[in-house]
């Protein structure tokens, strides 16, 4: 299995509060990306890294911010949670982008009261 | 822009039946196209993928053939199990940027009963 550790599993936080997820890598693999999963609408895609300090957004990216300070590290902020960020969240890395698999960590949930 | 349709679920079939989960796409240019897995509790795995037309992909009984005249990635399998329940998504990778970015389908649930 890929090295890839989500932390925490479950949250549960208020409305308002900022709130970090982190995704930690053990595969040096250059890209990695943060999507929330909810019903009826699969995963999309919040952010995403394709280098150390290089970012850019995805589908769904207002209300979230990401850093990548180390290849092996990515974080994503919910700068004021609200309780649409209700949601189970996703990590994923790749090697190489185009063509070639993604792995999934095993995801957050977390719940905006 | 570029998106995803599977067919609506849950889809419920008996051990050893045939199974078939339909997934369109629409994109510019010509994506690669992929099934991915989830098992309960569970993050998503790679089923197969295809990256040019007519391309099929197979994996532990699965197929899907890459089909560009009808924009089409339909997922079969002969004879499922009752450990393929689980919930499948059909994805495409957008290629521009050579950045991986995948736009899911919404998800089919699959229960197979003994």
């Known amino acids: 299995d890929a090295g890839i550790t989500q932390s925490p599993r479950h949250k549960v936080t208020e409305t308002g509060t900022p709130v970090t997820l982190r995704c930690h890598q053990t595969e040096n693999h250059r890209y990695m990306y943060w999507y929330r999963q909810d019903p009826g609408h699969g995963l999309r895609l919040i952010h995403y890294s394709y280098g150390v300090k290089d970012t850019d957004k995805g589908e769904v990216s207002d209300g979230y911010s990401v850093s990548r300070s180390k290849t092996e590290d990515f974080l994503l902020t919910l700068e004021s949670a609200t309780s649409s960020q209700t949601s189970v969240y996703f990590c994923?890395?790749?090697?190489?982008?185009?063509?070639?698999?993604?792995?999934f960590g095993q995801g957050t949930r977390l719940t905006v009261v | 822009g570029n998106s995803v349709t599977q067919m609506e679920g849950p889809v419920t079939l008996s051990e050893e039946a045939f199974l078939t989960i339909n997934c369109t796409y629409t994109?510019?240019?010509?994506?690669?196209l992929f099934w991915y897995v989830q098992y309960p509790g569970e993050g998503l795995q790679l089923l197969l993928k295809a990256t040019k037309a007519d391309d099929k992909g197979s994996n532990k009984g699965f197929e899907a053939t890459y089909r560009k005249e009808t924009t089409s990635f339909h997922l079969e399998k002969g004879s499922v199990q009752v450990s393929d329940s689980a919930v499948y998504f059909c994805a495409l990778s957008d290629r521009a940027g050579n950045t991986g970015k995948l736009i899911f389908g919404q998800g089919t649930t699959l229960q197979v009963k003994p």
């Open positions: 994109a510019t240019g010509y994506p690669s």
């Open positions: 994923a890395i790749s090697a190489r982008g185009e063509n070639t698999e993604a792995f």
